[in-house]
């Protein structure tokens, strides 16, 4: 079954599965071009991002686009969204049934964008999408393939926030993904 990334918009909007969806001002499904080879996919939305309806637009979003511009891309070239499509209260980590109400949404965004890459923001999604066995600091910049999909696992921008020494470590991972994406 053909579904458009318009129509999944709409039925993330419109879900209702978990407790999230009750205190949420916004759904955020996430944002991009169907036909990119890149899809990134962080934790949770956050304060700014249920208020506005769209992922990564507060701080760690302002990131996220200045390491894309390092690598010569445009948050307009990539598709970015979340494992969970709702705020969890105060940002804790989603719980199992949130993740499991979500993880259809995320499963047919992955076959809609049909990307060359994801790009698992920080160790929740890192452990959600390609292994629980998996940390951050071990494998990130390197990339896992798993069910028939190239993962390049990367620091959470929100972690560089706050720790300052991981942007340097960012940057370098962000040049490995151009490499990456120069020899497809």
């Known amino acids: 079954m053909h579904c458009s990334l318009p129509k999944l918009n709409s039925e993330i909007a419109a879900c209702m599965e978990c407790r999230l969806s009750r205190k949420r001002r916004n759904a955020v499904p996430g944002e991009g071009p169907a036909d990119t080879k890149i899809m990134f996919v962080g934790e949770a939305p956050g304060e700014s991002e249920d208020l506005q309806g769209r992922p990564f637009v507060g701080a ?14 445009r948050r307009e070239d ?10 969890p209260p105060g940002n804790r980590p989603p719980r199992a049934d949130e993740i499991e109400a979500c993880s259809k949404f995320l499963s047919r ?23 629980k066995e998996l940390s951050i600091t071990k494998v990130h910049g390197k990339k ?35 490499e990456l994406l120069r020899q497809q």
Do not use: W
């Open 144 to 178: 896992q393939s798993r069910h028939g999909r190239i993962f390049v696992p990367m620091y959470h921008p929100a972690a560089a926030l706050y720790l300052f020494r991981l942007r340097e470590t960012m940057m370098k991972d962000f040049r490995r993904l151009a």
């Open 78 to 87: 990539v598709f970015i969204t979340n494992v969970v499509k709702c705020r």
């Open 60 to 73: 760690a979003g302002k990131l996220l686009n200045g390491l894309l511009a390092s690598i010569n891309l």
């Open 109 to 131: 965004q992955m076959a809609v964008v049909n990307p060359k890459f994801v790009c698992t923001l920080g160790n929740f999604a890192l452990r959600s999408l390609v292994g």
